[in-house]
């Protein structure tokens, strides 16, 4: 997926967005998405790349638990077919929860 087709996937999750963070005093107030792309998997063999799969992350950041919200952005992952794990963390200096998919893309 190029940088645009994810952007437009991420407008379909209906959240604000932004890749890796807001700038400085633009962050929304919660509920809201990052996605980021920390890295990528290769398949090589004989000093040739032959597949090349970028990492993606997305991060949706709430102020309460929001299973709904949950739900809608991982109905729009599947509408993409895009295979993710999930986890969860409290950010306790943010007062967030900070869900997380991971993919690959």
């Not at 633009?26 to 799969?53: I, K, R, V």
């Not at 950041?61 to 986890?87: A, F, G």
């Amino acid at each position: 997926m190029t940088y645009e087709q994810i952007a437009e996937m991420m407008e379909e999750m209906g959240l604000p967005f932004a890749y890796h963070h807001f700038a400085e005093g633009e962050s929304p107030a919660p509920p809201f998405l990052l996605f980021l792309s920390p890295g990528e998997n290769t398949f090589s063999a004989d000093n040739q790349m032959y597949f090349s799969f970028k990492m993606l992350d997305i991060e949706l950041y709430t102020d309460v638990k929001n299973l709904e919200l949950e739900k809608q952005i991982e109905e729009v992952l599947k509408r993409h077919e895009i295979y993710y794990t999930k986890s969860e963390v409290w950010i306790e200096s943010e007062r967030l929860y900070e869900v997380l998919y991971e993919t690959e893309v």
